[in-house]
C-alpha cells in the first residue's frame, strides 16, 4: 500500500508541473459550464417565447376574446388548457409553463358593464421564480384587455347594448352624475353613427379612478422536477469535460513513461506491474474527484446549484471517477505514442459526449440519439449527477447508473491491466 501511495504521490506532483494540464482539468471545465449555461438561459429560459396556459372559466364572447388577444401577443407561446385551473396550475408549479392566464365566470358580464361596477378580473398565476416575465405579462394582459374595450366604440350590436345598460345604471346609482350620464348620451350618439357607418373602432375615452380590467397576480409555489437554472444543467457537463481532461492527461503520462522507459524500469522493481497500475488508478481517481468537489463548491457558492441530496451527488461522483479511471486506462495501454493517445481520447470522448448529452442536454437531443447515448457512459454519468442534482433520485434509481459507471471501471481496468502485461 506504501509503494501504491508513493506512485501516486509521484503523479499528482507531476500534474501539479504541467501547467497545460491543470489549465485543461481545472479551468477549462468551468469556463464550460458557465459557456453553456450562459447559452441556455442561466438562471432562466431565455427560448425567445413565454410559455403560457389560458383557461377560459367563463365561456363568453368576452372571455374567448380575451385569450384570442393574449393568443396574439408577441413573445408569448400561449395554448389552451382545456383541462380547467387544477391542471394549468399544476403544469404552473412543475415549471412546464411560466404562467397560467384565466378568465374566471363573470368576467364577459363585468366587461359588459361600461363605468359602474366592479372591473372585469383576469386571474394571472405565475412561477415566482420567473419576476421578470411576470411583469412583463401583466403590462402585456392590459393592452390586450384594452383592445377588448376598444370593440365597445368599433360599433356594431354589444357597443349599442354596452352603453345602453351603462346609462341605465348611470341613471339609476344613488346619486346621478350628470357630467356621466351626458358623456354616456354622446357616447350613445357616436356609437350609433358608428354602427350605421359599419366603421373602424375609434379610441376609448378615459375617465378618473375608472378602470377598464383589474389583474390579480398569484404566485405558485414553485414544485418541479425541472431544474431551477440552466447552470444545474450545465454544471454535469462541465464535471464531464474535466473528467475527459483529467483522464486524456493521465494517459497522456502514462504513455509518455512507457516511451521514456520509465515504466520498464517500474515494472522491474520489487513493486511488481500491478502496484505501478494500481499507483496510476488512485493517482488519477484522487485527481478526478478533486475537479468535482472544485467544480461543485464552486457551482454552490457562486452559482446557487445545490445539491437535492449530498450521499446521493458523493455516490454518483465516486462512481463517475471510476468509470473515467478505467477509460483512461484502455487509452493509454492501446496508444502507442503521446499523438496517438490523444488522437484515440478525442476519437473515443467525442462520439460518447455527443450521444450522452456532454455537448448538448440530454432533454434536448432527439429521440433517436437519445436510445443511442445508453451506450456511452457520458450519459450515465450525466444521469447519476443529474439525479442527486435535481432530478430527485432515490437510492434504487440512482442504482442503475452508478451500477453501469462502475461496470465500465471495472471492465476498463480488466482491459488494461491484461493488456498492460504485454506492453509495459
Same mark, same amino acid.
Given at each position: 500500500?506504501?509503494?501504491?501511495?508513493?506512485?501516486?504521490?509521484?503523479?499528482? /506532483?507531476?500534474?501539479?508541473?504541467?501547467?497545460?494540464? =491543470?489549465?485543461?482539468? +481545472?479551468? &477549462?471545465?468551468l469556463?464550460t459550464a458557465?459557456?453553456?449555461g450562459?447559452?441556455?438561459?442561466g438562471n432562466?429560459?431565455?427560448?425567445?417565447k413565454?410559455? $403560457?396556459?389560458?383557461?377560459?372559466e367563463?365561456?363568453?364572447?368576452?372571455?374567448a376574446?380575451?385569450l384570442?388577444?393574449?393568443?396574439r401577443?408577441s413573445? $408569448?407561446?400561449?395554448?389552451?388548457?382545456?383541462?380547467?385551473?387544477?391542471?394549468?396550475? @399544476?403544469?404552473?408549479?412543475? !415549471?412546464?409553463?411560466t404562467?397560467?392566464?384565466?378568465?374566471?365566470?363573470?368576467?364577459?358580464?363585468? !366587461?359588459?358593464?361600461?363605468?359602474?361596477?366592479?372591473?372585469?378580473?383576469?386571474?394571472?398565476h405565475?412561477d415566482?421564480s /420567473?419576476?421578470?416575465?411576470?411583469?412583463?405579462?401583466? @403590462?402585456?394582459?392590459? !393592452?390586450?384587455?384594452?383592445?377588448?374595450?376598444?370593440?365597445v366604440f368599433?360599433?356594431?350590436?354589444?357597443?349599442? /347594448?354596452?352603453v345602453d345598460?351603462?346609462l341605465?345604471? *348611470?341613471n339609476?346609482?344613488?346619486r346621478?352624475?350628470?357630467v356621466?350620464?351626458? #358623456? =354616456?348620451?354622446?357616447?350613445?350618439?357616436? %356609437?350609433?353613427t358608428?354602427?350605421?357607418?359599419?366603421?373602424d373602432?375609434? @379610441?376609448?375615452?378615459e375617465?378618473?379612478a375608472?378602470?377598464p %380590467?383589474?389583474?390579480?397576480?398569484h404566485? %405558485?409555489?414553485?414544485?418541479?422536477?425541472?431544474?431551477?437554472s440552466?447552470?444545474?444543467?450545465s454544471?454535469?457537463?462541465?464535471?464531464i469535460?474535466g473528467?475527459?481532461?483529467?483522464?486524456?492527461?493521465?494517459?497522456?503520462?502514462?504513455?509518455?513513461?512507457?516511451?521514456?522507459?520509465?515504466?520498464?524500469?517500474l515494472c522491474?522493481?520489487?513493486?511488481g506491474?500491478?502496484?505501478?497500475?494500481?499507483?496510476?488508478?488512485v493517482?488519477c +481517481?484522487i485527481?478526478?474527484? *478533486?475537479?468535482?468537489?472544485?467544480? +461543485?463548491?464552486?457551482? *454552490?457558492?457562486?452559482?446557487?446549484?445545490?445539491?437535492g441530496?449530498?450521499?446521493?451527488?458523493?455516490?454518483?461522483?465516486l462512481?463517475l471517477?471510476?468509470?473515467?479511471?478505467?477509460?483512461?486506462?484502455?487509452?493509454?495501454?492501446?496508444?502507442r505514442?503521446?499523438?496517438?493517445?490523444?488522437?484515440?481520447? &478525442? *476519437?473515443?470522448? =467525442?462520439?460518447?459526449?455527443?450521444?450522452? !448529452?456532454?455537448m448538448?442536454?440530454?432533454?434536448a437531443?432527439?429521440? &433517436?440519439?437519445?436510445?443511442?447515448?445508453?451506450?456511452?457512459?457520458?450519459?450515465?454519468?450525466i444521469?447519476?449527477?443529474?439525479?442527486?442534482? &435535481?432530478r430527485? #433520485?432515490?437510492?434504487?434509481?440512482?442504482?442503475?447508473?452508478? @451500477?453501469?459507471?462502475l461496470?465500465v471501471?471495472? $471492465?476498463?481496468?480488466g $482491459?488494461?491491466?491484461?493488456r498492460?502485461?504485454?506492453?509495459?
Open positions: 500500500m506504501h509503494a501504491i501511495l508513493t506512485i501516486a504521490a509521484k503523479d499528482l /506532483r507531476l500534474l501539479a508541473r504541467n501547467r497545460g494540464h =491543470l489549465v485543461f482539468t +481545472f479551468v &477549462w471545465p469556463v458557465l459557456f453553456f450562459t447559452i441556455f438561459g432562466g429560459d431565455d427560448s425567445g413565454i410559455p $403560457v396556459l389560458l383557461v377560459d367563463d365561456a363568453s364572447e368576452g372571455s376574446a380575451l384570442a388577444a393574449v393568443g401577443l413573445g $408569448v407561446d400561449a395554448k389552451a388548457n382545456v383541462e380547467g385551473r387544477a391542471a394549468a396550475l @399544476g403544469a404552473v408549479r412543475r !415549471g412546464d409553463a404562467a397560467a392566464v384565466i378568465a374566471p365566470k363573470g368576467y364577459g358580464a363585468a !366587461g359588459d358593464r361600461l363605468f359602474a361596477g366592479d372591473p372585469p378580473v383576469i386571474e394571472l405565475v415566482p /420567473r419576476t421578470a416575465e411576470a411583469a412583463m405579462l401583466e @403590462g402585456q394582459l392590459m !393592452g390586450a384587455a384594452m383592445e377588448r374595450l376598444s370593440d368599433a360599433g356594431g350590436e354589444r357597443s349599442v /347594448r354596452v345598460r351603462a341605465v345604471e *348611470a339609476t346609482a344613488a346621478p352624475d350628470p356621466l350620464t351626458g #358623456f =354616456l348620451g354622446e357616447v350613445k350618439r357616436f %356609437v350609433g358608428r354602427t350605421q357607418a359599419s366603421a373602432a375609434a @379610441g376609448p375615452a375617465g378618473g375608472w378602470r %380590467v383589474a389583474i390579480t397576480r404566485d %405558485v409555489k414553485d414544485e418541479r422536477d425541472g431544474p431551477r440552466g447552470y444545474e444543467v454544471l454535469p457537463q462541465g464535471v469535460w473528467m475527459i481532461g483529467c483522464a486524456l492527461g493521465f494517459a497522456m503520462g502514462l504513455v509518455n513513461e512507457r516511451t521514456r522507459g520509465t515504466l520498464s524500469r522491474t522493481s520489487p513493486i506491474r500491478a502496484h505501478v497500475l494500481a499507483g496510476k488508478g493517482a +481517481f485527481a478526478l474527484v *478533486a475537479v468535482q468537489v472544485m467544480l +461543485f463548491v464552486l457551482g *454552490a457558492v457562486a452559482l446557487g446549484v445545490v445539491p441530496s449530498l450521499p446521493r451527488l458523493i455516490v454518483a461522483g462512481s471517477a471510476i468509470a473515467f479511471v478505467g477509460l483512461m486506462m484502455v487509452v493509454a495501454t492501446f496508444a505514442s503521446e499523438q496517438s493517445a490523444s488522437g484515440l481520447a &478525442w *476519437a473515443l470522448f =467525442l462520439p460518447l459526449s455527443m450521444l450522452g !448529452g456532454g448538448v442536454p440530454l432533454f437531443l432527439p429521440g &433517436w440519439m437519445q436510445t443511442a447515448g445508453t451506450f456511452s457512459p457520458i450519459k450515465w454519468g444521469l447519476a449527477l443529474e439525479g442527486a442534482l &435535481w430527485g #433520485f432515490g437510492w434504487a434509481e440512482l442504482a442503475l447508473p452508478c @451500477g453501469v459507471l461496470a471501471g471495472l $471492465v476498463g481496468f $482491459v488494461a491491466a491484461r498492460f502485461d504485454r506492453t509495459a
